[in-house]
């Protein structure tokens, strides 16, 4: 079946590290960008960080920049979201989302009609 898969989801202590995975089945990620998005119990999807089907442009929310670096291996048709200096305010579901584009260009806007929606894999900063 198409469809997106995120994992490497957690418990993690403040300052610590995670890195999610995305990983495609059924279909080919070299034409879709890819973004990962974010939500809180009792919040709206926010958007956390995108990449360009080349991995040439990416962009991050402000709240994440410095700390986040997004990723992806066409080869291995699986993009990464690796995330330190971790923030109990970065608690969260994660999704992954993937979408076609005419352009060289990304976008991490919720609203936005993806193609793809991962099942979302959960991220608890804790002590």
């Known amino acids: 079946q198409l469809q997106l898969v995120e994992s490497g989801g957690g418990l993690v202590q403040p300052g610590g590290s995670l890195r999610l995975s995305c990983a495609a089945s059924g279909f080919t990620l070299d034409y879709y960008a890819i973004g990962w998005f974010r939500q809180a119990p009792g919040k709206e999807r926010e958007g956390v960080s995108c990449i360009s089907s080349s991995g040439g442009i990416t962009n991050y929310a402000d709240s994440v920049k410095g700390r986040f670096t997004i990723s992806r291996d066409n080869a291995k048709n699986t993009a990464y979201l690796q995330m330190n200096s971790l923030k109990p305010e970065d608690t969260a579901v994660y999704y992954c989302?993937?979408?076609?584009?005419?352009?060289?260009?990304?976008?991490?806007?919720?609203?936005?009609?993806?193609?793809?929606w991962g099942q979302g894999t959960q991220v608890t900063v804790s002590s």
């Open positions: 989302a993937a979408v076609t584009l005419v352009q060289a260009m990304c976008i991490m806007y919720p609203r936005y009609e993806y193609d793809y």
